[in-house]
């Protein structure tokens, strides 16, 4: 479809779209209200529109969940599984569809799928990425006129390029905009100016920071993602040497909290400014603006950093959505949608068909504007994570999701004596909704473990992921 085609169509929203890496859903105050730091930019969104409180991703890794959002597809059909899986650019994205459809678009800041010419970004009108991961400080950015080194701090240099980039768009056309943040991915260096802001909060640890992983098999306990893992240089700064071995581990997790907490506030203050540049350029209320992350992220429940885990912290993405006059402000819901579904949303607010980009997804669009439930989101989900060599020793594993039970199957490719190859837990979230008690023996939930199963097996049958371990 043409931008002609589409021309005498009512006006269609802005769309923009702001990623961060390794924001933890409980790390925002509009979804944790008495959090000791708080996200008041972020905040802005939720109170305009709604937070949507079971928003997941399909594999808590980042590559892996930005080409899912990008192409509205599964891994093992976008091809990115793992980190070490680049993307193929030939393939069809979110921003082919919407640039054919007469949006204006750009894709600025991480990227973090390749920036080779195979792999660097297609479909957009302009794009500015980081290598790699990217620096925190004076970090290299790569476009079509060539790789260049900025000076700065990474939050405030993608916030202005993205602010640039709005001041000279073509005003005639809708926009879309994908603001990619690098923060508050490790090893979270804040902006010079929020070095220390924290050292004086008491960061209170987490209801499951002592997690003993009792009930669990091997990969739970296995993992080297605990708190007592992080380094030095994680730190900071030198070890203390005059600390118990317990002393130690909490004075980690304040250094940790510190400075993961103060990237988030140059986050915030950057959603702020894109808020303040669209209300005072009369957008706001033609504006689609949805605020998340890759995925969810540990802050120190059940011990842990970083993500991979199907565990509720790591599946969860928080997402913020407003829209004026078309989703309710202060709204919340608790359907079950994936980060598959946001390119279908975005082509279903734009006015195109959804034949215009080919996806396992489905539009969140009656969810986001419905008053009440309407019952649009998932009975159940389907989790696949592949990546066999990660550091962190997290096995690979897959697992269903229904709106009360939770099912994973763990792949253990090493097993010790006596342990097995497979092994399998269930998860009552209504009874259970930290996850600390495995239930996949119990007899009283021999049906619902039945039940489960078989979701599972309609889901891989469905999205075609049926190539296992």
Not at 103 to 124: C, D, S, V
Not at 141 to 159: M, N, P
Not at 200 to 228: K, L, N, S
């Amino acid at each position: 479809m043409t931008a002609a085609a589409v021309g005498a169509s009512p006006k269609r929203p802005n769309i923009l779209f702001i990623l961060a890496d390794d924001h933890a859903l409980q790390q925002i105050s509009a979804y944790r209200p008495d959090n000791v730091v708080t996200t008041p930019q972020i905040d802005r969104i939720a109170a305009a529109g709604m937070r949507l409180d079971n928003c997941f991703c399909c594999n808590s890794l980042c590559a892996p969940s930005r080409a899912s959002i990008l192409t509205g597809n599964y891994n093992h059909i976008c091809g990115v599984r793992t980190l070490q899986e680049k993307f193929d650019n030939r393939q069809r994205t979110i921003a082919h569809a919407l640039r054919e459809g007469g949006y204006q678009t750009a894709m600025i800041g991480k990227w973090h799928l390749g920036h080779e010419e195979a792999n660097t970004p297609r479909g957009f009108d302009h794009w500015e990425i980081l290598i790699g991961q990217g620096e925190y400080h004076n970090p290299r950015f790569l476009s079509e006129a060539g790789l260049a080194q900025e000076t700065g701090y990474v939050t405030e240099i993608i916030t202005a390029k993205c602010l640039d980039w709005l001041e000279e768009r073509d005003v005639d056309r809708p926009f879309f905009l994908m603001c990619h943040h690098k923060a508050p991915h490790r090893d979270w260096q804040p902006a010079p100016q929020y070095v220390g802001r924290y050292a004086d909060v008491d960061f209170p640890h987490p209801e499951t920071y002592h997690d003993d992983y009792e009930t669990r098999g091997p990969a739970a306990w296995r993992a080297r993602m605990r708190i007592d893992d992080l380094t030095e240089r994680d730190c900071k700064q030198p070890f203390p040497e005059d600390l118990s071995p317990e002393e130690l581990v909490d004075w980690k997790y304040q250094r940790f909290m510190e400075d993961y907490m103060a990237c988030v506030a140059s986050i915030d203050d950057g959603v702020g400014q894109l808020l303040d540049y669209l209300e005072e350029h009369g957008l706001l209320e033609e504006t689609l603006v949805i605020y998340s992350s890759d995925q969810g992220f540990y802050t120190g429940e059940h011990g842990w950093f970083d993500k991979r885990f199907m565990y509720e912290e790591s599946h969860h993405m928080p997402c913020l959505v407003q829209y004026p006059g078309h989703i309710p402000a202060g709204s919340s819901s608790q359907e079950m949608i994936l980060n598959i579904d946001f390119a279908p949303t975005w082509l279903d607010f734009a006015g195109l068909s959804a034949g215009a980009l080919t996806t396992q997804g489905r539009s969140m669009r009656q969810v986001l504007e419905a008053d009440e439930e309407t019952g649009q989101g998932y009975d159940y989900i389907y989790y696949r994570y592949w990546d066999k060599t990660s550091d962190h020793h997290v096995y690979p594993h897959y697992g269903v999701r229904g709106r009360r039970y939770k099912l994973i199957c763990f792949r253990n490719l090493e097993p010790g004596e006596g342990e097995s190859p497979t092994y399998w837990e269930l998860y009552d979230l209504k009874t259970d909704p930290n996850e600390l008690n495995n239930r996949i023996d119990d007899p009283a939930l021999a049906a619902v473990r039945e039940d489960m199963h078989r979701a599972l097996l309609q889901l891989q049958e469905k999205y075609q992921d049926t190539e296992l371990l």
